[in-house]
């Protein structure tokens, strides 16, 4: 056995914005200066959130705030957007306040300000790093010009149940891809210099382990293993503050019975302890006040006593802070410089953005009209929107529709709305929105002609089929047919968890009576979703299915590039889609079991009436080429704990367009001392190859790749037999063997 150098407990994380030591100690020097001359209030005040006007986020809040921010009792304002509104309050804060701190504008710009991007689980689809990079950096471009210093951005909550509404807001299932996700968000939103007038501040959230909420529900429990909770659910936070993350915000769940805004072995032990994480802690949404709700909180001053002392340094909207803290330091249990402390982080990023030397460098007006929704971003977010789209089946090779199709049939409830954005859709406007109605027509040009009817809605719980007729009679007059399915923009958000996560209302209904009238007709069924849904009755029945999540501003004319082929779809499933939900949760690196299935035709971990795999597995995708994979090829069969195994392989595209395949490498450790998973994801390439190109990929597996934590949570590698899966999904691929001695 080798002990590995852990990232997550034998180094520092990077320093928040990647600053140079210099210029850390620079800073800090600034802030010590100020602090000195600040009362106990006055510190309190750095510490407090409250809500702006311009959106909402949770329940109502008091928006009268302006005698507080004078009276330096507010640090942070959220919400708060619009390079007119932000001067305003930063005018009170400055022009008014005993020491003229400025505020802290922050947002929840998660997939885009105005110009709205595919949602983030859409844009992991695309397993394309670059892409993602350009998305969160336009959005913070735009973001920053509209007076916002600080994103609530990225969510890395590793997910495995798709009944949980925020899967859409996340990375998926896999912790590698999540992590490299989210160094990318991180480099996107703060850019390269912090001084520079388009960064903003990232906040990694939920911290830690919300996605593994019970049942899928919103805000509940959460009860792991610490093994379980640093293997897989960690390591994504952990790459985001490596990578210079400013800030962390608090989950809502309890994690092994203790609120994670209060947990000592989150907030202090790992974080500050072990991470040596020098940046800001901010709470959820009233998750200080929620404290009382939990249970492990009398009153406001209990429940702010314990966050504080355990890590937490802004309270996020409940005012607990600036109710109670003075008191509780007075009365001896909040020590003062656990104050200092809080307060110093706080001072610490309004420096680092520059505030302290102009308060209104992110209020130009001139800015904000030059850099919102331009005609470079909307081409940005339209190739992104090509990029995440997952070509699901393709029977019969439906797609790509034909020019020659020049009266099409566009049904179902998404076929002509423009609500194609999605939830956390910050500033994004419905009004700028291409349907795909209106991609379609751009498309193919103002001679074809364009069937809508919506057939029936997709509102949960809706059983009103009596506008199938008046669509079938379209579907009979058209030469192809587009069925737009899926969820409305609200089923999947914050607090909207779906136990039955099928098709809503009785859209089946209609994509059953339409696939039985096109007969001969090319039927093409596009999903916007937020999640992913269980298709199986739909998958039976329907030819095509491309998924298009939901798309954002330029979401009509990408689809419609897809659809008529101008695009190869090249997305990648980041979440296995079940047959059922009684497979939740369902995930590709399971571990084996003694009796896994196969072994035994009975006494098997199987069910009795459905399969144990997925409808779809995690990395899967079709394209409108084909391509071969060669033989995998390495050097030798067996190594040193210390060597790295070079594997190789050749990849051809033999169809006849252009295209992008996701070259996927999984690992398994295929005895060790503790169970490893049946496969593991580690590394993977994305090739673009012109019809009949080769290409030679080579991967890397080093010591690290190997490595995995042990029962007395040590991050080691240990010798013996491993397998190698290179394909182009997790359900796919050649499989050699190698050993480690």
């Not at 950096?137 to 949980?164: S, Y």
């Not at 490299?180 to 830690?208: E, F, M, N, W």
Request: overall charge negative; aromatic content about 8%; glycine content about 8%.
């Amino acid at each position: 056995m080798s002990a590995i150098p852990d990232r997550k407990t034998n180094q520092p994380c990077g320093t928040p914005f990647g600053v140079s030591p210099e210029r850390y100690q620079a800073l800090d020097e600034q802030v010590e200066t100020l602090l000195r001359q600040m009362t106990l209030e006055e510190k309190i005040g750095q510490m407090n959130q409250v809500a702006g006007s311009r959106d909402t986020t949770g329940a109502p809040a008091n928006t009268e705030i302006e005698e507080d921010v004078r009276t330096g009792r507010v640090g942070s304002v959220f919400n708060a957007f619009g390079v007119e509104f932000t001067r305003e309050l930063q005018q009170q804060a400055v022009g008014h306040s005993r020491l003229g701190i400025p505020l802290l504008f922050g947002y929840d710009i998660i997939h885009g300000f105005r110009t709205i991007f595919p949602i983030p689980l859409a844009q992991a689809a695309s397993w394309h790093l670059e892409g993602i990079e350009q998305a969160t950096r336009i959005m913070a471009v735009e973001g920053a010009a509209a007076g916002v210093h600080w994103t609530f951005a990225p969510m890395v909550d590793v997910a495995r149940d798709p009944r949980w509404g925020r899967v859409m807001e996340g990375a998926g299932e896999d912790v590698l891809l999540t992590s490299l996700i989210a160094r990318a968000q991180v480099r996107g939103i703060q850019g390269s210099d912090p001084d520079a007038v388009d960064t903003l501040a990232a906040c990694v959230k939920h911290y830690a382990a919300y996605g593994a909420a019970e049942a899928g529900r919103e805000y509940n429990t959460v009860d792991m293993s610490e093994w379980r909770l640093r293997e897989h659910y960690l390591p994504p936070f952990r790459a985001a503050l490596e990578e210079g993350c400013a800030t962390v915000m608090t989950a809502f769940n309890t994690l092994n019975a203790i609120p994670a805004t209060c947990h000592p072995l989150l907030l202090d032990q790992i974080l500050r302890r072990e991470w040596g994480f020098e940046g800001m802690v901010v709470t959820d949404y009233t998750a200080i006040m929620e404290l009382e709700q939990h249970g492990v909180a009398a009153d406001a001053a209990e429940a702010a006593r314990k966050s504080v002392n355990a890590g937490v340094d802004m309270d996020m909207q409940s005012s607990y802070f600036i109710d109670t803290l003075s008191e509780l330091v007075r009365c001896g249990q909040v020590n003062e410089a656990r104050i200092d402390e809080a307060a110093r982080r706080v001072l610490w990023l309004k420096a680092a953005l520059g505030l302290f030397d102009d308060p209104y460098r992110y209020a130009d007006e001139a800015r904000e009209t030059q850099c919102i929704l331009t005609d470079e971003h909307r081409r940005a977010a339209r190739t992104q929107a090509c990029e995440s789209m997952v070509l699901l089946k393709n029977e019969g090779f439906v797609l790509p529709l034909s020019d020659q199709h020049q009266k099409v049939a566009l049904i179902g409830p998404l076929g002509n709305t423009p609500r194609l954005l999605g939830s956390w859709r910050a500033d994004g406007d419905h009004d700028d929105t291409v349907t795909l109605r209106e991609g379609i027509i751009n498309r193919l040009g103002e001679d074809a002609v364009i069937l809508c009817a919506q057939g029936v809605s997709n509102e949960i719980g809706d059983t009103d089929t009596s506008g199938i007729e008046d669509a079938l009679e379209l579907v009979r007059q058209a030469d192809a047919v587009v069925l737009a399915l899926g969820e409305d923009e609200a089923h999947a958000d914050e607090a909207a968890s779906r136990a039955d996560i099928g098709l809503p209302g009785p859209q089946l209904e209609l994509a059953r009576r339409v696939l039985a009238e096109a007969g001969d007709t090319p039927v093409a069924t596009v999903l916007f979703n937020g999640r992913p849904l269980t298709l199986t009755e739909l998958d039976d029945m329907a030819p095509a299915l491309l998924e298009a999540w939901w798309p954002g501003t330029e979401g009509g004319n990408a689809v419609a590039d897809v659809l008529f082929g101008d695009v190869n779809p090249s997305g990648r499933l980041p979440m296995s889609f079940p047959v059922s939900v009684g497979q939740i949760p369902i995930y590709y690196n399971a571990f084996n079991t003694g009796r896994p299935k196969g072994v035994d035709p009975k006494y098997a971990s199987q069910y009795l009436d459905i399969p144990n795999a997925p409808l779809y597995p995690f990395g899967f995708g079709l394209s409108y080429t084909t391509f071969e994979y060669g033989a995998i090829k390495s050097a030798c069969t067996e190594i040193g704990l210390e060597d790295t195994l070079e594997v190789s392989l050749t990849v051809t595209n033999t169809g006849e367009r252009d295209g992008i395949e996701v070259v996927q490498l999984y690992l398994q450790d295929v005895h060790a001392s503790v169970v490893r998973p049946i496969r593991e994801l580690r590394d993977f390439q994305r090739l673009s190859l012109a019809p009949g190109q080769s290409e030679r990929v080579t991967f890397r597996i080093t010591p690290e790749m190997r490595s995995f934590l042990n029962a007395g949570l040590e991050r080691v590698q240990e010798p013996g037999l491993f397998r190698v899966q290179i394909g182009s999904s997790s359900a796919s691929g050649e499989e050699i063997e190698f050993r480690v001695a």
